[in-house]
């Protein structure tokens, strides 16, 4: 079935469009969640606020695209975990540094498979995590994420470099393990 | 290159492999079923769809009503059927606890030996054909309800029969028992001689009930000739 005859019975509320809408999204979105919170428990309660929250205001969306109606449902998984983020003051933001550049070891993340990948952005802090998702995988810009994240620009830019620290440093030592363990 | 172009490398790199993620990885778990369940009790119900819950209930209701009615009925019809005994008095006694107190039998005759003469009633046509109870009655009853007229068409068929008897008992002989026979012989010869007068003497009298009973007549043998005391007065079987 296409995607916008299934967005349309959606939007009549037919309860086998919604779960078929759910079947065909819903572990991509889990992970989306699961980027920002902590446990799945979690993540599963922000996906199901996140789903309701799509039925009930599909009849706002307008179907352009497949990808178009992807990236909205994407950004209100977003925007309920943030809601979440914030209920539960998890930022513990430090105040405004200076930005370091950080050196970047080039290929270093090209040699990691993504589940490795995924593993590495879920165990970086929740302020960590929460910049570097936003600026790197949803592409928000540091102004943005201020706004969204109610800090200063200056602040997102120096979480952004921490986490981006913690990564390589996670990479190093994920990669120190491997090449002992192979020895 | 730039620090800033290899991040943007770096971060390209990353978007489009967790972008392109879309099986969890080995240490996250994911409840699919469970989530669906508790969205799927809090999503609006269609609009459509409370209407047909609504129909859908009064349908349930009106079957279950139905039902409860059709049993009641049954249970009323096994309950008068296990009762189908002669028709006495005392299943008329029985009968007034079995019979809705909406069917109310205005006329009904309950002299004792009419009733034991009827032959056995089925009881499930009771309610049906009730007003059959007074069919013993001779003479015409002055009904008010609708069933007047079979009332009036047993009571007449029961004096024809009457009729026939009467009409039949006269051509008839007397029977003259063995033992009250004179010693005697009556020879035809002897017998024309006597006048009629005199044969009257030398037979005793007979209880002409007694005659009239060793007759056989193609009438229904219920239907009898001592005149049983009418019941003027009529009650229901309520009252009884």
């Known amino acids: 079935m296409e995607l916008s005859v299934l967005i349309n019975d959606c939007k009549k509320a037919e309860i086998i469009a919604q779960k078929k809408l759910y079947d065909l999204f819903a572990v991509r979105l889990f992970l989306i969640c699961r980027r920002y919170l902590k446990t799945d428990v979690e993540a599963e309660d922000m996906l199901q606020n996140g789903f309701l929250k799509i039925y009930t205001s599909l009849h706002t969306f307008r179907y352009t695209t497949d990808n178009a109606f992807i990236a909205w449902m994407k950004k209100i998984m977003v925007n309920e975990c943030l809601q979440e983020l914030r209920k539960k003051n998890n930022f513990f933001l430090v105040a405004e540094e200076t930005a370091h550049e950080i050196v970047e070891e080039n290929g270093i993340i090209s040699q990691l498979s993504t589940e490795e990948i995924f593993r590495l952005i879920t165990s970086m802090p929740i302020g960590y995590r929460t910049v570097f998702n936003l600026y790197v995988i949803e592409g928000y810009s540091h102004q943005e994420i201020a706004d969204i994240l109610q800090i200063t620009n200056g602040t997102s830019k120096s979480q952004l470099n921490k986490a981006r620290k913690m990564l390589q440093d996670l990479i190093k030592n994920a990669n120190q393990y491997v090449s002992v363990n192979a020895r | ?240």
């Open chain 2, 1 to 240: 290159m730039p620090t800033s172009m290899s991040q943007l490398m770096q971060d390209k790199i990353i978007q489009s492999a967790i972008e392109g993620l879309e099986h969890l990885p080995a240490d996250i778990h994911f409840n699919s079923h469970k989530t669906w369940a508790e969205l799927s009790t809090q999503l609006p119900l269609k609009k459509g769809s409370v209407k047909y819950w609504q129909y859908a209930a009064v349908f349930i209701v009106l079957i279950l009503t139905t039902f409860f009615l059709l049993e009641h009925k049954s249970e009323q019809k096994q309950s008068i059927s296990k009762s189908s005994q002669p028709y006495k008095k005392s299943s008329i006694e029985e009968l007034k606890t079995i019979i809705p107190e909406k069917i109310q039998l205005r006329e009904v005759v309950t002299h004792s030996s009419q009733m034991k003469k009827e032959p056995p009633v089925n009881t499930d046509s009771i309610l049906k054909d009730i007003v059959i109870t007074s069919v013993e009655v001779p003479t015409p009853i002055e009904a008010t309800d609708p069933t007047t007229s079979t009332i009036q068409q047993v009571s007449e068929t029961n004096q024809t029969a009457i009729l026939t008897v009467q009409k039949a008992s006269p051509k008839k002989y007397r029977i003259v028992h063995l033992n009250e026979l004179t010693p005697f012989s009556i020879s035809t010869e002897e017998a024309k001689m006597l006048s009629k007068n005199e044969l009257k003497k030398i037979i005793p009298k007979t209880d002409l009930s007694e005659t009239q009973d060793a007759v056989e007549l193609p009438a229904k043998q219920f239907l009898f000739f001592k005149k049983t005391p009418l019941i003027n007065h009529t009650i229901t079987i309520s009252d009884n």
